[in-house]
C-alpha cells in the first residue's frame, strides 16, 4: 500500500524559499498514470493545488504560484519535491503531498486523489 | 479556473440521520468529481470518483450524485466515525480546484 510523507522546516523566512519532500513508500514514482500532487491549505482557508509533477517528469502549476514554484522527481531516493520562492505570510498552510491516479470506466477515464500525505505545517515568519 | 462552492459550511447531526451535502461547479464539469473525508490530524482518504462510484472499502452508506455543475453527497444513516470534514474536488481542469469543506458535528 502506498504511503507518503511530507518532510521539511517548518518555520521559513519572509523572501526565502520554501522546500519541502514528499517520500513514497509501498510504491514508485515511477509508477504508470501517477500525478505527484502538492496541495496546501492556508489556515482557515480552503485547500489550494499548487501542482503536480507526473511520472514521466511532466509538470503543471497553478498559475496563481506559477512564477515562484518548482518541482522535481528524484526518482534514485523515491521521492518529490516542492520549492515555493519568495514566501510570505499569506503562505503559512498546512502542505500536503498526494498521488492522483487516473482510472478506466467504460469507455471513459477519471481522475481521482488516491492517496495523501498527512501535512506538514509550514510557518512564515 | 473553475470555482466550486460547497454547502454548508457546517452541520449538526445525530447518529442514524441522514445527511447531504451539495457541490456546486462555476462550469459543467462533467462527472470529473471526487469526495473526499478528512478526520483531524489525519491525512485525507477517498470516498468516491466520478461522482457516484464508491471507491472499493467504503460503505455503502455514502453515495454520491449529479453531473454537470451539482453534486451531491449523501450519508443515509450517520455513525460515528462519519463525523468529520468533506471536500469535493473538480479533477476535470486544471488548476484543480476544492470545495470549501462541510464540517460534520456531533449534535
Known amino acids: 500500500q502506498v504511503q507518503l510523507q511530507e518532510s521539511g522546516p517548518g518555520l521559513v523566512k519572509p523572501s526565502e524559499t520554501l522546500s519541502l519532500t514528499c517520500t513514497v513508500s509501498?510504491?514508485?514514482?515511477?509508477?504508470?498514470?501517477?500525478?505527484w500532487t502538492w496541495i496546501r491549505q492556508p489556515p482557515g482557508k480552503e485547500l489550494e493545488w499548487i501542482a503536480y509533477?507526473?511520472?514521466?517528469?511532466?509538470?503543471n502549476y497553478n498559475p496563481s504560484l506559477k512564477s515562484r514554484v518548482t518541482t522535481s522527481l528524484d526518482t534514485s531516493n523515491n521521492q518529490f519535491s516542492l520549492k515555493l520562492s519568495s514566501v510570505t505570510a499569506a503562505d503559512t498552510a498546512v502542505y500536503y503531498c498526494?498521488?492522483?491516479?487516473?482510472?478506466?470506466?467504460?469507455?471513459?477515464?477519471?481522475?481521482?486523489?488516491?492517496?495523501w500525505g498527512k501535512g506538514t505545517t509550514v510557518t512564515v515568519s | 479556473d473553475i470555482q466550486m462552492t460547497q454547502s454548508p459550511s457546517s452541520l449538526s447531526a445525530s447518529v442514524g440521520d441522514r445527511v447531504t451535502i451539495t457541490c456546486r461547479a462555476s462550469?459543467?464539469?462533467?462527472?470529473?468529481l471526487g469526495w473526499y473525508q478528512q478526520k483531524p490530524g489525519k491525512a485525507p482518504e477517498r470516498l468516491i470518483f466520478?461522482?457516484?462510484i464508491l471507491h472499493s472499502g467504503v460503505p455503502s452508506r455514502f453515495s454520491g450524485s449529479g453531473s454537470g455543475t451539482e453534486f451531491t453527497l449523501t450519508i443515509s444513516s450517520l455513525q460515528p466515525e462519519d463525523f468529520a470534514t468533506y471536500f469535493c474536488?473538480?479533477?476535470?481542469?486544471?488548476?484543480?480546484?476544492f470545495g470549501q469543506g462541510t464540517k460534520v458535528e456531533i449534535k
Open positions: 498526494a498521488r492522483e491516479v487516473i482510472t478506466p470506466v467504460s469507455r471513459y477515464y477519471f481522475y481521482y486523489m488516491d492517496v
Open positions: 474536488l473538480q479533477h476535470n481542469g486544471y488548476p484543480r480546484t
Open positions: 509501498g510504491g514508485s514514482v515511477s509508477s504508470d498514470s501517477s500525478y
Open positions: 509533477i507526473s511520472y514521466t517528469g511532466s509538470t
Open positions: 462550469q459543467g464539469i462533467r462527472n470529473d
Open positions: 466520478a461522482a457516484s
